[in-house]
């Protein structure tokens, strides 16, 4: 948090989506409350008191004095420990900093991201209308949907752990569980659960469990997504909607679509994802390789796409509008889903840390070796992207509907143009020559985190004098950067400055 932030920086400052500026002249004004709410409900912030912003977006003090310092602060922190105010305190005496700028003081705030059990982080003593979130450089009322989602991610056991006391087993898919069946036992031949019924066996699996009402096995939410019927879904999930759409023609809206509402096949999870694979994958390249006499037709590529296909079913909310939809491009393939990131956008690019929003779907794709419980999943995708020398994954998260989208490109970094050699001599110019031999995209990503020291902002212009290319060209790698989570950005338009995290 604490980079947010630095006094030695003030006039370069701008507000943006992690800063806020308050007058505070009259005490602490009441838009406050709805900041703390939404930076708590984001990813955290700082929020600036005796500070205004300019016509032209650059801070000026509003002359706050050293006398005003304990009346604020008095002020702050009854109000703040108030809960008919503000639903929790995130804060510890060391989140509040006074600085004095020039004859002036200003007051520092950094607000925390708050942890999902600790959200949503209210005010007023009103759930549905006091919570916010951050959008760009405003606070925004949550929907009654957004702060639903909040609860469910409290708890340590996900939705998809529920037992539905309504439905039998009976209204399982049984050609869906005898195929997960078969790939559990081929793939871990011998396994304890192999001599089990099926009804044990979906309960040892996490897709069945007793009911607490009536004392019978009745499917949980997780087993009647992954084997169900899309028509008895839709009943526990109603925004329940699969869809892929392959869009290879520019001439044809859809050169392959398959949607879980057409009737024409059961429109579960588990019978969605073996069908979309098979198609995602229909393209990619497979290297002739033995192992122990036989050929061996899987590969990274295959195995991050089966991560990242995975990923987003696992990590769906599937009470959130609008559905997951898998949209395969010429060049691209791009997996969205309903719900944002638990862990946040740069903690999913780091890995380490499992989150899933539904642990039964999680387990039961485990079992059959697709997924993995380490966090490490989306990381291992970047690395075979990288090995395979395509421009890097990139992580987006939207609000208001909350949404997630990665976006996987098939499309080579900017590699070096070969010109053969007796033809560069005889047809090159030697400047022009010299001007074909640029680094990629990969190793230009590197010159600029390189470049860039700690805690230090630059613009843009400075990182075309270090690469020497075009304005728009160096904009293209920092937005790329931007959605990696590697960099930050501050300010807008021409202002904009950019800084290593």
């Keep these: 948090m604490r980079q947010l932030f630095d006094i030695a920086q003030f006039d370069s400052?701008?507000?943006?989506?992690?800063?806020?500026?308050?007058?505070?002249?009259?005490?602490?004004?009441?838009?406050?409350?709805?900041?703390?709410?939404?930076?708590?409900?984001?990813?955290?912030?700082?929020?600036?008191?005796?500070?205004?912003?300019?016509?032209?977006?650059?801070?000026?003090?509003?002359?706050?004095?050293?006398?005003?310092?304990?009346?604020?602060?008095?002020?702050?922190?009854?109000?703040?420990?108030?809960?008919?105010?503000?639903?929790?305190?995130?804060?510890?005496?060391?989140?509040?900093?006074?600085?004095?700028?020039?004859?002036?003081i200003i007051v520092v705030i950094y607000v925390p991201m708050a942890k999902r059990e600790q959200r949503p982080v209210y005010i007023n003593d009103d759930m549905f209308g006091g919570t916010f979130r951050r959008n760009h450089e405003g606070d925004y009322h949550c929907t009654r949907g957004q702060v639903k989602t909040m609860l469910r991610d409290q708890t340590d056991d996900t939705v998809d752990m529920d037992v539905l006391d309504h439905v039998s087993l009976e209204e399982l898919n049984q050609e869906t569980v005898r195929g997960y069946r078969n790939r559990h036992r081929t793939l871990k031949a011998g396994h304890p659960f192999e001599r089990l019924s099926d009804a044990e066996y979906l309960r040892c699996i996490g897709a069945a469990a007793i009911s607490h009402v009536d004392r019978q096995l009745h499917p949980t939410a997780g087993g009647l997504l992954m084997f169900g019927e899309e028509y008895n879904i839709v009943r526990h999930f109603p925004d329940y909607f699969l869809d892929y759409r392959e869009m290879l023609d520019p001439s044809i809206r859809w050169t392959d679509r398959l949607q879980s509402s057409s009737g024409e096949w059961s429109g579960n999870v588990c019978d969605f994802y073996f069908r979309v694979y098979n198609k995602i994958?229909?393209?990619?390249?497979?290297?002739?390789?033995?192992?122990?006499?036989?050929?061996i037709d899987d590969t990274p590529v295959h195995k991050a796409l089966r991560e990242a296909l995975a990923n987003c079913l696992i990590n769906t909310d599937y009470y959130g509008a609008c559905g997951v939809v898998i949209r395969k491009e010429v060049d691209k393939l791009i997996p969205e889903n309903p719900g944002y990131i638990r862990t946040g956008k740069t903690q999913m690019r780091m890995g380490g840390r499992s989150d899933p929003r539904n642990k039964a779907l999680m387990k039961m794709f485990n079992l059959i070796n697709i997924g993995e419980r380490a966090g490490s999943g989306v990381p291992n995708i970047f690395n075979v992207w990288e090995d395979e020398g395509w421009m890097p994954p990139i992580i987006e998260e939207q609000f208001d509907p909350d949404r997630t989208v990665l976006t996987l490109l098939f499309k080579e970094k900017s590699a070096e143009k070969k010109v053969p050699k007796k033809s560069a001599e005889k047809k090159v110019p030697k400047k022009s020559a010299e001007k074909k031999i640029m680094p990629n995209t990969g190793q230009q990503y590197e010159m600029i985190l390189a470049f860039m020291e700690k805690n230090r902002w630059y613009k843009a212009k400075e990182i075309e004098e270090l690469l020497g290319v075009k304005e728009r060209r160096v904009r293209g790698l920092l937005r790329e950067l931007l959605a990696m989570g590697l960099i930050v950005e501050d300010g807008i338009t021409k202002g904009k400055k950019y800084r290593k995290l």
């Design 13 to 104: 400052y701008m507000e943006d989506n992690r800063r806020e500026v308050k007058r505070a002249r009259g005490g602490l004004p009441v838009s406050l409350w709805d900041t703390y709410s939404s930076f708590a409900n984001c990813y955290g912030g700082v929020i600036i008191l005796g500070v205004k912003e300019n016509e032209d977006k650059s801070w000026r003090t509003t002359g706050l004095k050293s006398t005003d310092r304990e009346k604020l602060l008095k002020e702050f922190w009854d109000t703040i420990n108030n809960r008919k105010k503000v639903s929790i305190n995130l804060l510890s005496d060391s989140d509040v900093e006074v600085y004095e700028v020039g004859e002036d």
């Design 281 to 295: 994958t229909k393209d990619v390249k497979v290297p002739f390789k033995m192992e122990g006499g036989d050929r």
